[in-house]
């Protein structure tokens, strides 16, 4: 689940670690951005992208239980310029859940440039991170979740409020896929999620880390810091039957004790179905917007903690924060976007 990675791992395997997911429509288009690999701890972190990895986009079609299409994306070696060879493959049908399965490859470059081939366009670089959120308010939220206890704000003010992602980067692979693209044609309704995955000494694959909706790992097992939770580790189509129970009673416990449902159990239940599976759910071609009333897709103006926060809590919430804070770190993140 995405986590922005302020923990004793930061430092040592932050390249496998997703900070965020977002989709939204572009130029005839539908674009997908996966950012790891966050510098929020300052630590000297590994830069670039893990070259025994495997970078997944996973795309289920039409309320598909199973992804139904893949982009893979693998690196090479850093280079003496501190870039690195990419390669896109794409998987469908079956072999879109598949680790075994190798592929078409659709695409060959470098990070830092862009790179098309087919129906696709690619970069992948380092760039400023557009997420933005108070980690004083955070905690707040944190401790009432945890402890189904009221929400305590005195010693923190909306008009008070930071973004303590200032300054900060990430690794970031964007992909954009034409609606030319058979599976992605205008108005399909997709579910996608990513993830990681390292090569193991057996020869085959280990999923590290994968996400969907924004904030699930910081509101929901914030102190699992070496991230052994098994919801990094199965595949979204478990996630109601295996953890739904966890969520919603997380959730019934702090909106019973914030007086904020008449039904703290059937509102819990309500959230864990609307998290789980943990697809972020997109209609291609329409404006994207991961809001209060409509999640669909998300764009990097979007503010999803105080979304997350208000459907957990089933009451609004302000950060004191607007996406304004952002507005020089989402144009230093969109080095991509150029013409066709």
Known sequence: MSHHLDTPLAAQGGQLYIDDLYV???????????????????????????????????????????ENLTYRFAFGEPDGNSTQTLQLYE??????????????PIAEGRT???????????????????????????????????????????????????????????ESIVLEVSHDEPLLRDGTEIGVWCRTLLATDAGGWRQINRAGHPMMWPIFWPHDTDFSDPANFRHPSKDLTEDGEEIANAVAGVVAANGTAPDPQAYGWSVARQLYPDLLSYQVGTAANYGFAVRNGRTMADNVPEVMFSLVLNTGTTSGLTSDVTKAARAAAFPYVVPA
């Open 24 to 66: 939204f429509d572009g130029d005839r288009a539908t674009v997908f951005v996966m950012d790891v690999n966050s510098s929020v701890t300052r630590a000297d972190i590994k830069r670039g992208f893990h070259a025994e990895a495997r970078y997944e986009i996973k795309i289920h079609i039409n309320g598909s239980e199973l």
């Open 91 to 104: 998987l469908t049908g079956a072999d879109a859940a598949d680790d075994a399965a190798m592929g078409t």
């Open 112 to 170: 830092g440039a862009v790179t098309t081939g087919g129906n696709v366009r690619i970069w992948a670089g380092r760039i400023a991170d557009p997420f933005f959120i108070d980690l004083d308010e955070l905690a707040t939220i944190n401790g009432a979740v945890k402890n189904g206890s009221a929400v305590d704000r005195s010693a923190w003010r909306a008009d008070q409020a930071k973004n303590s992602f200032a300054g900060t980067t990430v």
